[in-house]
């Protein structure tokens, strides 16, 4: 494969350097104040607003989002879209690092309108709320702002540092039973008892779940459970988080769901209602040329990536939708001991500590020379896009 000059990724390293101090205040000023899944006004404001003084064409509002926003510099294709995640974590605020990730893919983005040589195609910034619940990268993709992107690019902050994010298929569904209230005294046998019914599924899911596969779980709650303890419940409600180490796995819990609250249903004389309560976050599809070269560019800055260790499963996000239709990279970058664990307030402290703003500023070099080799390099892009479609 044909090698990118090392002036460009020199130049571009350089010029991430030279904003160190810049992005760091961002990665600060984000962490200092938490804003959450659709509701982050302050946080796309300061981030578009430094593209556009960049002299980004900037859209905002995309895919119906207020706080969704895209950056454009250049024109045409190749494209590669540089990602930021900015919503934080309700009572943890950045335990999950997300004002890193915003700071990065900002530093690369400003980076990459800068070094000469890097004048064809163009570079897409992309701001992607509700990572952490409502699925703001879904939505865009489904608005079509990756249509015409040729690699979807981003880091995240963790206890790892993994040169691929395994990372599994999830969604949530609302089941409901029906039944008829009644006396438990005085009418007894004409209630029907929907709160019964609904613990028979909990029931029902907990023998389901020692024979599921590797990477499926269904993690369930009752969320109504009737109104007095003198009333038989006409109506109960939970809601339940499904989870798989791939799309087509999940589909396939998802199924088993609907058999078993239907099977209930049928047994206690209840109705039941099934209906999916979130977005679906699909499993992530890792681009393996893509995520070596930042491998390789991240380790120009003294810090190695292995693969994931095997059987281990770190959650779900919207990068896995991202990843359905382009290449796309979502490599880990440890912050903190891998005693530790993100969601946590030591997380949330570690996402402002010395150690963030090293990874921050290697992060953003290697997410900008990863990006310049895309548009520089039509054998990579070849390559990565007969991998994405193999997959």
Known sequence: MALIRDDVHLALREEVAARADALWDVALRLHADPEYAFAEHRAAALLSGELERAGFAVERGVAGMPTAFTGRSGRGRPTVALLMEYDALPGLGHACGHNLIAAAGLGAALALGTVPGLSAGSVLAVGTPAE??????????EAGVFDDVDAALMFHPGVHSWARAPL???????????????HPTGNPTEGIDALAALVELFNVLSALGRRLPEGSHVQGIVTHGGTATNI?????????????????????????????????????GTTTEVERATVRYEHFRDSEVLSGRFAAHLARAGIPLSPPAPGVYLGSSDIGNVSTRVPAIHPFVAITGEDGSDHT?????????????????????????????????EELREEAW?????A
């Open 232 to 268: 038989v419940p006409e109506f109960a409600e939970g809601r339940f988080g499904l989870r798989a180490a791939t799309t087509e796995a999940l589909e396939d819990l998802t199924e088993r769901l609907r058999v078993c609250a239907d099977g209930v249903a049928r047994a206690t």
């Open 168 to 182: 599994t298929a999830q969604v949530q569904y609302r089941v409901a039973f029906h039944g008829r209230a009644a």
């Open 132 to 141: 952490e619940g409502g699925g703001g990268k879904a939505l865009e993709v």
């Open 345 to 377: 307030p030591e997380f949330a402290a570690a996402a402002a500590s010395p150690r963030a703003r090293t990874v921050l500023v290697a992060a953003a070099q290697a997410l900008a020379c990863t990006a310049a080799d895309v548009l520089l390099s």
């Open 386 to 390: 007969a991998g994405h479609r193999a």
